[in-house]
């Protein structure tokens, strides 16, 4: 019996996790609109999925830091915009931003990134415009005994 790939591409502007049940932009606000994000202008972008009901939904979101770290996949290969290497998987198009915003907050001033070259989640202030996206996702991961080696 084949293996089931874990993202599949629903060629309708979402691509779908098998292991955790979401469902991501298949771009990110950079690959859609041309443009580094604030935290608050990923929301926007997230809201405009909604209105769009890109891929017949309207519950796009920005991502927890958990759900975020489920697209780091260390063996994936695949580009940023600049050309370097991103851990996240190839059914997502090259050219995203190698960054991407989390809804979740320290303080009212700062948010979450996780970026894709290294792995790492940090702090940034939310109104800082150097070089973020968002993927945005909908659904909701519920970890199991299937996916309990997902960061």
Known sequence: MADV?????AKDGTIQDTRTGLTWCREDSWQS?????TWDEAIEHARRQCDL??????????????????LLVPEASNKDKYGSDIQLPSVFPEGSLPT??????ITGNDSYILDF????????FKSK?????VRPVR?????????????
Do not use: C, H
Request: net charge positive.
């Open 5 to 9: 790939p874990r993202f599949t591409d």
């Open 33 to 37: 609109e041309a443009k580094w994000v």
């Open 53 to 70: 009901k890109l891929g017949g939904y309207n519950d796009w979101r920005l991502p927890t830091r958990e759900e975020a770290l489920t």
């Open 100 to 105: 991407t915003w989390t809804q979740e907050g």
């Open 117 to 124: 070259r290294n792995g790492e989640v940090r702090s940034l």
């Open 129 to 133: 415009t150097g070089r973020m996206a």
């Open 139 to 151: 659904g909701k991961w519920i970890p199991d005994s299937k996916n309990s080696d997902l960061p």
